[in-house]
DNA sequence: CTAGAGCGTTGCAAAAAACGCAACACTTCC
DNA sequence: GGAAGTGTTGCGTTTTTTGCAACGCTCTAG
């Protein structure tokens, strides 16, 4: 869409802080792309950048614009995907942004299926920590978001969530393997594997702890689900997962995963679901409807509560 | 906004039918209003328009796209607005949809307050019947909606309704001026006054009237308020109003209102709002925060349910 | 305190895009 | 069967945009 080069100038020029380097990556003269930027604060009456010595900043008009703009953008994408879906194409893009517990597993083999079903859809899946979330969607940077334990829900539009105890993971015979369910002091007496504090799981054991005055020891903490995994797959010590992964990453492990006691660590919550007030593209919106059928047919598997 | 320039000519091709004819009204060439289009069926990939011997039409994708382009003007409407705001001058423009039955009194001055208030707010106010006011609003053609008893509230966002009991009116010395309510077939006994039947207080006598199996006469009827209004301070027949419309009207002719009994004629409602989905640039916004919060007054003059 | 690097901005000529004019092919209606 | 309407296209002209170079400025390092 050439007619709209002007935002994708401005979304540049706001990126790089500076329209020379802006100038740089788009393949142009800066003295051109000055021009069209103060063309546009012509026209709009305002400025919409700051000028600092060492480049350029948004003000308050700007950021009102690019928040505009960028709503602008991806609505345009919608209408493109819409577009090619009634001419009987199914094409377009989905962006992603996912918690780290969620990039194994469950989601790679969902995308597999529906890429599977529509080859002309192409998929972009990025690892985001839960207060990052929201940053990714209200920058339109993703369109669907898969979050375990979001920080905040502000500008997110829930499209379903799934119930997720916590569970223990351990070696068929570690003493608390027999168990039907542990209680959170039980696992603060052996050496843990934990992951980093920026994951929800994290942050309910963390949460919970603290409450219950107990001490949890990471012998090993690491923000790498990768891993987590293969550490997990050996079985070296007590780790933690959710419902989703299990039955998944420990096939060939012998190993063995107890719930913690839900009056210990409450229950977390795998939230999906999309910038608030913004009507998905195509793919997207498809791809969310798949997802969720799977999850429900998920919660066959899980205890009742 | 000189680069979103093709978007205004899709609209207006649309609007008009014909190529030619959209190029007069645009003060350019058909033939480069032509290849403007072209330029972006090429870039869309498709066809946006269907052409006839006549001229050309809409098809699918481009109702899609022309949905989107309305949005997308409208939203930056807004923007400009919100950043004319921040600079401390309060301009802009406020388009108003509303019901014959509301065109008089209250709203005139409820503008006039405003614009007293703001000189620099301009605006526009379009009389639509019940069933058009979702027409006006989608089509962007109005920001905000005063509705007496709309059709459909789809798309419709309600900001405030207000209960608007219907009254009849007469002469002092009118057999029914003396009682504290009337029932419908008490008025149907004498020769009315009636609106035309897209008004919604036309639909509400009516259909009570054929649930209670009674046949309203109507000797006069228009579906031009001045006229009704004229018509009804010479008090020569019974006629019908709403609550926020008396007390304005009759001042100076002794005329009389009685409500009628709510069990025969249910109570209607205007409904003050905007397109779902959308947010109102600061002019308008503000405009419908005053216009609510003098209705929340109002109550104040009507008796409890 | 000064030299240099980086920034946004502007004058001017060249390149690119858009435009108006005229003509063509086509359908519909009288 | 012609006239009037439609969308479309080739071509010369006009308008707009771009690239190049230079200017004035601020901040930083020596």
């Not at 740089?24 to 604060?41: D, F, K, Q, V, Y």
Request: proline share 6%; aromatic share 8%; charged share 25%.
């Amino acid at each position: 869409m050439r007619h709209l080069l002007p935002y994708k100038y401005i979304e540049e020029i706001a990126r790089a802080g500076s329209i020379r380097k802006a100038a740089e990556t788009l393949a142009i003269t800066p003295s051109a792309l000055n021009r069209r930027l103060l063309a546009i604060e012509d026209e709009l009456g305002v400025a919409i950048f700051e000028r600092l010595a060492v480049g350029v900043r948004l003000n308050t008009a700007g950021e009102i614009l690019l928040e505009h703009i960028r709503h602008q953008l991806s609505d345009l994408e919608r209408v493109k995907s819409q577009i090619a879906d009634l001419s009987g194409q199914r094409r377009g893009h989905v962006s992603i942004a996912c918690s780290p517990e969620l990039t194994g597993g469950f989601l790679p083999s969902q995308v597999q299926d529906y890429q599977h079903q529509f080859p002309g859809v192409t998929f972009k899946i990025n690892r985001r920590f839960r207060k990052d979330i929201d940053l990714a969607l209200s920058e339109h940077y993703s369109d669907v978001a898969f979050v375990f334990e979001p920080a905040k829900l502000t500008d997110f539009q829930t499209v379903y969530n799934l119930r997720q105890p916590i569970h223990c993971v351990m070696k068929h015979n570690h003493p608390l393997a027999q168990k039907k369910s542990v209680r959170l002091y039980e696992c603060a007496e052996f050496p843990l594997l934990l992951p980093d504090v920026s994951w929800g799981i994290r942050h309910l054991l963390d949460q919970s702890a603290s409450r219950l005055g107990l001490n949890l020891r990471p012998v090993v903490q690491s923000d790498a689900r990768e891993f987590l995994r293969d550490y997990k797959r050996e079985g070296g010590h007590l780790a933690f997962e959710i419902p989703i992964n299990l039955n998944r990453d420990f096939e060939p492990g012998g190993l063995v995963s107890v719930p913690i006691d839900p009056l210990d660590v409450p229950e977390g919550f795998i939230f999906v679901g999309h910038l608030k007030g913004r009507t998905l593209p195509v793919a997207a919106a498809r791809f969310i409807e798949q997802v969720t059928t799977k999850m429900v047919s998920l919660l066959d598997d899980l205890p009742d509560q």
